[in-house]
């Protein structure tokens, strides 16, 4: 069994900076893309920033250069620096990773979320 536990949530004043971190427990075997999603009430969710397993990034365009995707692969570890941050940035975000649990597997997984609410 994989889990992704979140942290780092919270609240924050405009132009504010938050760090989130989602780590990977359990039987794991390889984690390839690692990614965190937001999603804002009455909203779909939408891909914030995704890592892949050679360190290549991409960012949606409402983040880019304010917010910053990493990894650390010996702590199974993503991690998303959110700096600049803005009202429009307040969403529940979600940590999502690919995982083969043995050779020849691949699933997808999801942490249960954590809030982020930027307001002054």
């Known amino acids: 069994q994989v889990q992704l536990v979140e942290s780092g949530g919270g609240l924050v004043q405009p132009g504010g900076s938050l760090r989130l971190s989602c780590a990977a427990s359990g039987t794991i075997f390889s984690i390839y893309d690692m990614a965190w999603y937001r999603q804002a009430p009455g909203k779909q969710r939408q891909l914030v920033a995704r890592?892949?397993?050679?360190?290549?990034?991409y960012y949606e365009d409402s983040v880019k250069g304010r917010f910053t995707i990493s990894r650390d692969n010996a702590k199974n570890t993503v991690y998303l620096q959110m700096n600049s941050l803005k009202p429009e940035d307040t969403a529940s975000y979600y940590c999502n990773a690919m995982i083969a649990v043995r050779l020849g597997t691949l699933n997808d997984y999801w942490g249960q979320g954590t809030q982020v609410t930027v307001s002054s």
């Open positions: 890592i892949t397993s050679d360190y290549s990034r």
